[in-house]
């Protein structure tokens, strides 16, 4: 991400790049983080990350039912959904040296505005028949480019649900820099029936970048899911497009991951990009300590298929 001059308070409007390097303009430590030398990001929620201390370990959440395995590895997972841009930041340290965990994978998927997931949306489906043996092309290290539909119709994640199409939207994965950052370009997510607005996470160790711009291998070291401050919606559930979602929202006090998963502890540090305009964009940091040598840490159990 790269912005002009000023800083992000006080009005001063910074443009923000979708790529994979740190902001030039956004630095973060593993605490509070900050704008830029000359000026503080202004708050866009008053719910922020609960702490407990500098190292302790984040709440595993359920997976739920929309994972997609073998993403591509990219900054940029909004594609062209529209709504509130969302710019991530994921602080990650090992737990075992509270240190920053380097070469990372993140692994991100959400739903879009209207709370519809890539994959699962059958209106969107480009075939209606499975396609044989396509689980594990997310292995090959060839220059083939990569086929959304190939890759997702007919195939199912780790729940067993059926996935209808070749979408990719609000999916993708990062490598954690030597800060142990990962960023991302998305959309503020809406809300579908008997969930609070959120944004589900992995995090894997020790796997390989693949030719073709996917990651394999490794071990899955964390499942979890991230959560916004009510107050952010307040302000964002009368705008288009989230206005064309008709489902009542349900609140993080009412929702079960929230409420009984430690919800607080995976809460966005959010920021304007233009001090007190919610839609030119917010900045969202959440600092995640990991235990880097877990293995097959796929979260808490679903009681239900709804997640």
Same mark, same amino acid.
């Given at each position: 991400?790269?912005?002009?001059?000023?800083?992000?308070?006080?009005?001063?409007?910074?443009?923000?790049?979708?790529?994979?390097?740190?902001?030039?303009?956004?630095?973060?430590?593993?605490?509070?983080?900050?704008?830029?030398?000359?000026?503080?990001?202004?708050?866009?929620?008053?719910?922020?990350?609960?702490?407990?201390?500098?190292?302790?370990?984040?709440?595993?959440?359920?997976?739920?039912?929309?994972?997609?395995?073998?993403?591509?590895?990219?900054?940029?997972?909004?594609?062209?959904?529209?709504?509130?841009?969302?710019?991530?930041?994921?602080?990650?340290?090992?737990?075992?040296?509270?240190?920053?965990?380097?070469?990372?994978?993140?692994?991100?998927?959400?739903?879009?505005?209207?709370?519809?997931?890539?994959?699962?949306?059958?209106?969107?489906?480009?075939?209606?028949?499975?396609?044989?043996?396509?689980?594990?092309?997310?292995?090959?290290?060839?220059?083939?480019?990569?086929?959304?539909?190939?890759?997702?119709?007919?195939?199912?994640?780790?729940?067993?649900?059926?996935?209808?199409?070749?979408?990719?939207?609000?999916?993708?994965?990062?490598?954690?820099?030597?800060?142990?950052?990962?960023?991302?370009?998305?959309?503020?997510?809406?809300?579908?029936?008997?969930?609070?607005?959120?944004?589900?996470?992995?995090?894997?160790?020790?796997?390989?970048?693949?030719? $073709? #711009? *996917? !990651?394999?291998?490794? /071990? +899955?070291?964390?499942?979890?899911?991230?959560?916004?401050?009510?107050? @952010?919606?307040?302000?964002?559930?009368?705008?288009?497009?989230?206005?064309?979602?008709?489902?009542?929202?349900?609140?993080?006090?009412?929702?079960?991951?929230?409420?009984?998963? $430690? #919800? *607080? !502890?995976?809460?966005? /540090? +959010?920021?304007?990009?233009?001090?007190?305009?919610?839609?030119?964009? @917010?900045?969202?940091?959440?600092?995640?300590?990991?235990?880097?040598?877990?293995?097959?840490?796929?979260?808490?159990?679903?009681?239900?298929?709804?997640?």
């Amino acid at each position: 991400m790269s912005g002009g001059s000023g800083g992000m308070g006080g009005g001063a409007e910074t443009t923000y790049l979708a790529t994979g390097t740190v902001y030039s303009t956004f630095n973060s430590s593993l605490g509070v983080p900050i704008a830029s030398a000359t000026a503080t990001a202004a708050p866009a929620s008053a719910s922020t990350q609960a702490s407990d201390g500098a190292c302790a370990l984040s709440p595993s959440q359920e997976e739920g039912p929309y994972y997609i395995p073998g993403e591509l590895v990219r900054s940029d997972v909004a594609e062209n959904q529209t709504g509130v841009p969302f710019y991530l930041e994921f602080a990650v340290i090992d737990v075992n040296t509270c240190e920053p965990l380097v070469g990372a994978a993140v692994d991100i998927w959400s739903c879009n505005a209207t709370g519809d997931y890539s994959g699962f949306s059958e209106s969107a489906a480009t075939s209606t028949a499975p396609i044989s043996g396509n689980s594990t092309l997310s292995n090959s290290t060839s220059d083939e480019p990569f086929s959304g539909e190939i890759l997702h119709v007919g195939d199912q994640n780790d729940i067993g649900s059926t996935i209808l199409d070749s979408e990719t939207f609000l999916r993708g994965m990062q490598i954690t820099d030597d800060d142990g950052s990962a960023y991302f370009t998305a959309i503020v997510p809406g809300w579908y029936s008997g969930r609070a607005p959120h944004i589900h996470m992995r995090i894997h160790v020790g796997g390989n970048l693949t030719a $073709n #711009g *996917t !990651y394999v291998g490794g /071990n +899955l070291t964390h499942t979890g899911q991230t959560f916004f401050g009510e107050d @952010l919606y307040e302000q964002i559930q009368d705008l288009y497009p989230y206005t064309n979602d008709h489902v009542v929202r349900t609140t993080n006090d009412e929702d079960r991951p929230w409420s009984q998963q $430690n #919800g *607080t !502890y995976a809460t966005w /540090n +959010l920021f304007y990009v233009v001090e007190g305009d919610v839609q030119s964009g @917010l900045i969202g940091v959440l600092n995640l300590a990991v235990d880097s040598t877990a293995t097959d840490q796929m979260g808490v159990v679903s009681g239900n298929g709804t997640m």
